[in-house]
């Protein structure tokens, strides 16, 4: 789609096209931009329709999670404690992006700092799901899902710490690939838990996601924890290869309890479909699944704890009121400027990271993650990929789970395991439960992000999931 | 002092580096306004990450060497999390467990001959920014931050406490300088480029930290004030406090920081933005490429030149002036070099607080070769080391060679030239026997009373030869020839 795009663009206009989108968005009641960068981005577009540039992405607008950073547009996580923060240099992605001449449209809305399942911790308020606006679109990048299925943008990109790209375009009945940790470059990513999240495309369709991941993918001298240039592939290559010599793993453990019935037999359905198409399949085990949560949460809080120390209103974001001594003043910069769920975390992590408490949380955390870590290379040595339900359930009301943070990080049970591992994944709509959108995820070998790409592919070619459109589009 | 137990953790800045330890900022800062030297990685700007300078590690493997220390197979970072607002992102980044090197020592001069000072660990960390009050740190109305300095490669090297008194401190501090300097890493005429936090404590007793002494000077005021302060209150019969103080410069005491702020938990865990780095595969490249270290040249020097172990170690405890010895010593006569390098010149330098680059090595032969070939008097070299050093050179030279100074600061000047312009040649064989036969004649009762027993009275009549003579006769020549003379005509 965004290949045919491209081409639409350059016989057309990318102005009239960007500006049904901007048109669109102005209509919208979903709330899924915090911010627009409506002049810059039509003015790119008017020089684009004047001297048509090359590139990947040539003339092809975009939406960007509001965590990463963005020369000139202000970037705010969706926290007030950023407000009026404009960053001075571009993410990795963002020079990927325009080098291939993409048009940044606007920032997208977010869970705060990334921390949430439902875009509803946002200090822009949450946004709503396209497939019924009573409900959450997912998160964090809650708007980034939300934009591409309602049509507001053709591409987004969003950023997964626990499942914070699967988790919204499952929701919102989008593509959204979660990189295997390293294969795209975090500089620029503003970090809530660094040794966890990658940036990944938000699309309506595989061959997209593989378009995007081409652009944004690839060695960053910049990020030490970026892998080499070899690791990355030619995704759009060999897309069309079908599933006939994979063999699925279907793991014990991400079925039964506290999933929807109506989930568990989609994701069967999609299993079959798979089968059909000639892939074979068999169950594995992942025994470590149940302490992945605890895991996930202790590493994640206590990253987020001493990455989020910065925010001190001194060199930038807001700084309300007069200035007292230090103490006083960076207190209460910090409690008016973080919502609730970041100070909950902010709080656990610091707890989890203090004398006495370190080895007993933190380092026994990281030992867990080992071991699920290891979970995942062996069912990988049998199996090509394992599938599962992206979410255990479809989206939820708007201020269902907010109150109850536990319940809402047990949503996250089947998407940390992968962050864990640094593992890629993949979440495609794979059907509807009371015309709500449901996510089959695939996971696969690090740095195979190809071999997911062409079963998601090979998916999408049969089946009619993501073809279709909410009612508000 | 049996009793004192001093440990000491010096912060030295590895300011010979071109660039800052996590970002491509230049470390060249010094005359440059607040804030210039930074990047988003240096301010901590969200979303910015650091990029270990493979350079700093190098630097710091070759300190590690040169401190007899183990290198860890695998070296990692930290995060040492504290709230400041010279600390851009509320961390810094450091070492914790497996920190680049362990378990080395170095020997220092001691109270009581050499000593061996065990070197607990070294291990490499960001220098935070620098607070500029607006006033005194207690009165100002407001505080600003520079954060040049802010991302400066440091290294921690940590002592064990093994240092006796406060002069024993200054001498480890000496010598660390000394083997930084000879390594190339260090430049310690920099501000603020060692920092020195130092426990203190006697036998039996807790101990005191003295924090962030940014001078040599103030390392022995701060621990002699603390030896004072601790003996006192042993007896009086209080116990010393376990506590955090801070060295007041200008006033010459220790004062306690308020407890609250020094109850730190800094919740050190892995800097996951950086990977860890496997240190030993760097060992034997950096160990073929150390330089001779202090100790080895000063053995060199005694065997190869020919002269005393208190030369060789006054000549090499700084290495421009082992180097300028070196460049000296291979042209004329290395023993009398040494003589007036390390006895003269030295001394003569350090009245006027100058460095040794001051001073030109082809001036330094000239004497030596001079003094060596009986040309000059050691007075005559005297008074030609202090014209060079001070520059009052006879305008006869100066209009002779206009612009009689070079752009490192050398006169271009010849020093023979500048014997003759001060008539510093020394007296010939003929006129100095001449002037003591005219001064015997001339001091007829200080010759008497010298035959008759009044040995000392023969200083008179050689005074009166070397006023004669303006200086240029040996007064050990004229002495002899004094006595000569009289008991020629007895
Ligand atoms: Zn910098």
């Known amino acids: 789609m965004l290949a045919q795009l491209r081409e639409q663009i350059l016989a057309g206009s990318a102005e009239e096209y960007l500006s049904r989108l901007f048109d669109r968005i102005d209509r919208s009641k979903l709330n899924a931009f915090t911010t627009l960068d409506r002049e810059n981005a039509l003015g790119q577009a008017r020089e684009f329709d004047r001297s048509p540039r090359k590139g990947l992405m040539a003339g092809i607008p975009i939406a960007i999670k509001d965590g990463i950073?963005?020369?000139?547009?202000?970037?705010?996580?969706?926290?007030?404690?950023?407000?009026?923060?404009?960053?001075?240099?571009?993410?990795?992605?963002?020079?990927?992006?325009?080098a291939e001449g993409a048009i940044i449209m606007g920032k997208t809305n977010m869970d705060e700092f990334a921390m949430g399942t439902s875009t509803e911790t946002s200090a822009f308020g949450p946004t709503r799901n396209p497939w019924d606006l009573q409900r959450v679109p997912g998160g964090s990048s809650g708007g980034s899902a939300a934009c591409v299925a309602a049509g507001e943008a053709p591409c987004s990109l969003g950023s997964d710490t626990g499942g914070s790209v699967r988790c919204p375009a499952s929701f919102c009945g989008v593509v959204g690939l979660k990189p295997t940790y390293g294969l795209v470059s975090r500089y620029g990513l503003i970090a809530y838990a660094n040794s966890l999240e990658q940036i990944g495309p938000i699309t309506r369709t595989a061959e997209d996601s593989a378009f995007l991941l081409d652009v944004i993918a690839g060695h960053d001298p910049r990020d030490s924890t970026s892998a080499p240039a070899a690791a990355k592939g030619r995704y759009l290559d060999g897309l069309d290869g079908g599933v006939k010599d994979l063999l699925i793993g279907v793991p014990d453990e991400y079925f039964g309890e506290g999933v929807d019935p109506m989930v568990e037999k989609a994701v069967w359905d999609s299993v079959s479909v798979l089968e059909g198409l000639g892939a074979t399949w068999q169950r594995v085990s992942l025994p470590h699944t149940r302490y992945a949560l605890a895991t996930y949460y202790i590493i994640a809080m206590s990253e987020c704890s001493s990455n989020l120390a910065r925010f001190d209103g001194l060199r930038y974001g807001r700084r309300p009121g007069d200035d007292k001594d230090w103490h006083t003043t960076f207190s209460e910069i910090r409690s008016a400027g973080f919502g609730p769920e970041a100070k909950r975390r902010i709080l656990l992590g610091t707890y989890a990271l203090s004398a006495g408490y370190y080895g007993r949380y933190y380092l026994k955390a990281l030992q867990v993650r080992t071991l699920i870590k290891q979970d995942f290379e062996r069912a990988l040595e049998k199996v090509d990929l394992l599938a599962s339900a992206t979410m255990p359930f479809p989206a939820f009301r708007i201020g269902e789970r907010i109150s109850d943070p536990l319940s809402l990080y047990m949503a996250d049970i089947f998407t940390v395991p992968v962050n864990l591992a640094g593992v890629p994944a993949i979440s495609i709509p794979c059907g509807f439960a009371d015309g709500l959108p449901i996510g089959l995820q695939l996971i696969g070998r690090p740095f195979q992000e190809s071999l997911l790409l062409r079963a998601a592919q090979a998916y999408q070619a049969t089946t009619p999931h993501h073809l279709r459109t909410p009612e508000v589009a | 002092m049996d009793d004192v137990i001093i440990g000491l953790e010096v912060h030295v800045q590895l300011n010979r580096l071109s660039s800052k330890l996590f970002c491509g900022c230049s470390t060249d800062y010094h005359n440059d306004p607040p804030n210039s030297h930074t990047c988003p990685v240096c301010l901590g700007l969200p979303g910015s990450l650091p990029v270990i300078n493979r350079k700093a590690v190098e630097f710091s493997i070759r300190v590690g060497l040169a401190l007899n220390c183990r290198i860890e197979q695998q070296t990692m970072f930290y995060r040492k999390n504290y709230y400041y607002p010279d600390l851009p992102k509320g961390f810094q980044i450091s070492q914790y467990d497996f920190p680049l090197a362990t378990g080395g020592h170095i020997m220092i001069k001691g109270e009581d001959g050499e000593r061996n000072i065990r070197i607990t660990r070294a291990h490499m960390e960001e220098d935070p920014g620098r607070l500029v009050h607006a006033g005194t740190i207690d009165r100002a109305k407001y505080t600003m931050v520079d954060y040049n300095r802010c991302g400066m490669p440091l290294l921690e090297v940590v002592t064990e406490p093994d240092l006796r008194s406060p002069k024993e401190a200054r001498a480890f501090l000496d010598k660390l300088r000394t083997i930084l300097e000879y390594l190339d890493v260090f430049d310690g005429s920099l501000e603020g480029s060692m920092r020195v936090d130092s426990n203190i404590s006697l036998a039996g007793g807790d101990r005191a930290e003295v924090k962030n002494i940014s001078s040599f000077k103030g390392v022995e005021k701060a621990l002699s004030y603390e030896i004072t302060r601790q003996r006192n209150l042993r007896r009086r019969n209080i116990r010393v406090v376990q506590e955090t103080r801070h060295f007041d410069e200008l006033r010459n005491v220790t004062v306690s920081i308020r407890s609250k702020e020094?109850?730190?938990?800094?919740?050190?865990?892995?800097?996951?933005?950086?990977?860890?780095?496997?240190?030993?595969?760097?060992v034997p490249n950096v160990q073929a490429s150390l330089p001779e270290l202090p100790d080895a040249r000063r053995d060199r020097f005694r065997e190869q030149y020919g002269i005393s172990d208190d030369?060789?170690?006054?000549?090499?405890?700084?290495?421009?002036?082992?180097?300028?010895?070196?460049?000296?010593?291979?042209?004329t006569d290395p023993r009398l070099a040494a003589v007036w390098i390390a006895d003269v010149l030295k001394g003569e330098l350090n009245y006027r607080s100058l460095g040794i680059d001051r001073f030109s090595p082809d001036h330094m032969v000239e004497i030596v070769s001079m003094l060596a070939s009986q040309e000059i008097t050691e007075d005559g070299a005297v008074i030609l080391l202090r014209t060079l050093l001070d520059r009052k050179i006879p305008s006869l030279v100066d209009t002779e060679k206009p612009g009689a100074t070079k752009a490192g600061g050398q006169l271009s000047v010849r020093v023979c030239d500048l014997v003759g312009s001060l008539g510093l040649a020394r007296a010939g064989d003929q006129a100095v026997r001449a002037a003591v036969r005219d001064a015997v004649a001339e001091c007829a009762s200080a010759v008497s009373d010298y035959r008759s027993g009044n040995e000392r009275a023969i200083n008179f009549v050689v005074g009166v030869v070397m006023k004669k003579t303006r200086g240029r006769a040996s007064p050990a020549e004229a002495h002899r020839m004094v006595q000569e003379e009289i008991e020629k005509g007895s």
């Open chain 1, 69 to 98: 950073s963005t020369m000139g547009i202000e970037t705010t996580c969706s926290s007030r404690i950023l407000k009026g923060y404009i960053p001075p240099y571009d993410a990795h992605v963002i020079e990927r992006l325009k």
């Open chain 2, 311 to 331: 030369h060789a170690k006054s000549l090499t405890s700084e290495i421009k002036v082992a180097d300028f010895y070196e460049q000296v010593a291979s042209r």
């Open chain 2, 262 to 282: 020094e109850a730190h938990d800094y919740r050190y865990f892995p800097e996951m933005d950086l990977v860890p780095i496997r240190v030993a595969d760097w």
